[in-house]
């Protein structure tokens, strides 16, 4: 794939107190014709999450047309899986509804956190409402702290297909625990209920990888579908790759992504969270995060040329 990089668009910091800390894990969504809704989570200065969003136009993604002054999507009741932040996984439309699909974090005793699934629910892409305060994804034997949608698909009439990252295990790395997790599918009637025990892995990763998540779909056509993803190493490397399919079943990796961190600036040590959207006019545009986890903002790319 060939790019041309848009620099950094946008970043919640110098805006929001709400986001002093970061901004990150972008979902683009086209809310109307001529404007892209960038729903991403914004941190807090004790780097605790809650979700929001920032317009751009869709022919040209710098310019920043709007924002959220206030969450769309505050974090949960005390006690509840989503009490310490979150971010975001995917945005669709099911009929006249606009599903939020996100990632809630608890902290808990033993270990780092745990991380399961939720969604919520607007009519308007603005105002949202929890479809549940318990998460939709929860553990199971193949995830135990973590399990989280982060790109899902209508595939036929009653048939969702999710692309979700699950974890059980922990990385120590200069004495600080990291989590270890990997790309799985699973399968749901409605997009809402999905049965524990029922995901299969697809194996991206390489051997140096200990990290390989957030997933998220992309179609170039129907019979050409992308799945986009970060992978981390012991040395700190963060970045991004991609897999081809033409059945959204059999996956084979590429080397080829094209987007790697800038020789300076926001981007230039890390290159994390890609996802894809393709405007009203056929031009493709990657949304990403740069450095430390969103504290260098999010930027934007157009795909120049595939293949």
């Known amino acids: 794939m060939i790019w041309k990089k848009l620099g950094k668009i946008w970043e919640a910091k110098t805006k929001l107190k709400w986001g002093s800390m970061s901004t990150l894990t972008p979902a683009p969504f086209i809310l109307k014709k001529g404007v892209i809704r960038v729903y991403c989570a914004m941190r807090d200065n004790k780097g605790v999450a809650r979700l929001g969003y920032f317009d751009v136009d869709e022919k040209n993604p710098k310019k920043v047309i709007g924002y959220s002054k206030k969450p769309v999507l505050d974090i949960g009741v005390k006690g509840s899986f989503d009490d310490n932040g979150m971010l975001l996984g995917d945005v669709i439309k099911v009929k006249n509804e606009i599903r939020m699909y996100y ?96 995901s299969k892995k697809i194996r991206l990763g390489k051997k140096d990888e200990y990290r390989i998540g957030r997933p998220k779909i ?38 080829d992504f094209g987007l790697k961190p800038s020789k300076k600036g926001f981007d230039s040590i890390h290159l994390a969270y890609p996802a894809l959207i393709k405007n009203s006019c056929g031009d493709v545009f990657c949304f990403y995060n740069g450095n430390n986890m969103g504290e260098g903002g999010i930027g934007a790319a157009k795909l120049i040329k595939y293949k």
């Open 103 to 198: 990632v809630g974090f608890q902290i808990v005793d033993k270990v780092k956190f745990i991380a399961y699934g939720g969604v919520a629910i607007s009519k308007d892409g603005k105002n949202f409402s929890r479809y549940s305060n318990s998460p939709i994804i929860d553990r199971d034997d193949n995830g135990l702290y973590i399990r989280a949608i982060h790109g899902i698909k209508i595939v036929s009439k009653e048939k969702f297909q999710a692309w979700i990252a699950e974890g059980s295990d922990w990385e120590k790395i200069k004495n600080k625990p990291y989590p270890r997790y990997s790309i799985a599918t699973i399968f749901s009637k409605d997009g809402l209920n999905f049965e524990k025990n029922t």
């Open 218 to 255: 992309f179609s170039l056509n129907k019979n050409t579908h992308f799945l986009t993803f970060t992978y981390g190493k012991a040395d700190g490397t963060y970045e991004s790759s991609y897999a081809i399919s033409k059945d959204l079943i059999n996956w084979k990796r590429k080397d």
